[in-house]
């Protein structure tokens, strides 16, 4: 993970069965990208929790400069800076 684009810090925990990135300002990696990254390693990639720049609209989120479009489950929740925090499904 450390060395897709965008990526600024990886932590896992395979106790936990989770891996919690922190990407940087204005990157351009998906959602998509970062989960097959997981499944080539060998891990199966399952809801992903989110603070992003969009626009939720009818269950779907929109990314800002992406534009890749996530199924939500859930309610998509204002945050700050003009970003959401929601839970994407895979």
């Known amino acids: 993970m450390q ?7 990886v932590r896992v925990s395979l106790k936990e069965g989770l ?15 970062l989960r097959t990254v997981i ?6 990639s ?7 720049k969009g626009t ?4 779907v989120f929109e990314v800002s400069g992406t534009n890749e479009r996530l199924k939500v489950s859930g ?4 945050a700050e800076d ?5 839970t994407a499904t895979p």
């Open 3 to 9: 060395k897709v684009k965008g990526v600024e810090t």
């Open 19 to 33: 891996t919690i990135l922190e990407l940087k300002p204005n990157n351009a990696v998906t959602l998509s990208q």
């Open 39 to 44: 499944r080539n390693n060998g891990f199966v």
């Open 46 to 52: 399952k809801e992903a929790q989110i603070v992003a």
């Open 56 to 59: 939720p609209r009818d269950g």
């Open 75 to 78: 309610t998509a929740k204002a």
């Open 82 to 86: 003009g970003k959401w925090q929601l």
